[in-house]
């Protein structure tokens, strides 16, 4: 089982990346997918989440209103649409599967990570 992140870079603050996660060795398209994030010397944050059909959808505050969370059963893949980055919103960002159908904000309820992937927004 894989998960592949990508899409991640240094954007100026007030633009927009878009990061994709592709699963590999097996279906997800009856799980829950989530973004995190890490900065530097902070915990694991939850960023948003997406239940298997798409219809629940949760956004940490921070986030809500910038990014947008989508997933793809067909190809096994969820994006973050991220907008109006700011330099708060530099940190590696890493998807993950959760357990069951839908989707929370607490780490432990994922039980298949990807690598990560770095964004850096500057000033």
């Known amino acids: 089982v894989q998960l592949q992140a990508s899409g991640g870079g240094l954007v100026q603050a007030g633009g927009s990346l878009r990061l994709s996660c592709a699963a590999s060795g097996r279906t997800f398209s009856s799980y829950g997918m989530g973004w995190f994030r890490q900065a530097p010397g902070e915990e694991r944050e939850f960023v948003a989440g997406i239940s298997w059909s798409g219809d629940r959808i949760y956004y940490v505050d921070s986030v809500r209103g910038r990014f947008t969370i989508s997933r793809d059963n067909g190809k096994n893949t969820v994006y973050l649409q991220m907008n109006s980055l700011k330099p708060e919103d530099t940190a590696v960002y890493y998807c993950?599967?959760?357990?069951?159908?839908?989707?929370?904000?607490?780490?432990?309820?994922?039980?298949?990570w990807g690598q990560g992937t770095q964004v850096t927004v500057s000033s």
């Open positions: 993950a599967v959760a357990r069951g159908s839908i989707a929370t904000m607490e780490a432990d309820y994922y039980n298949f």
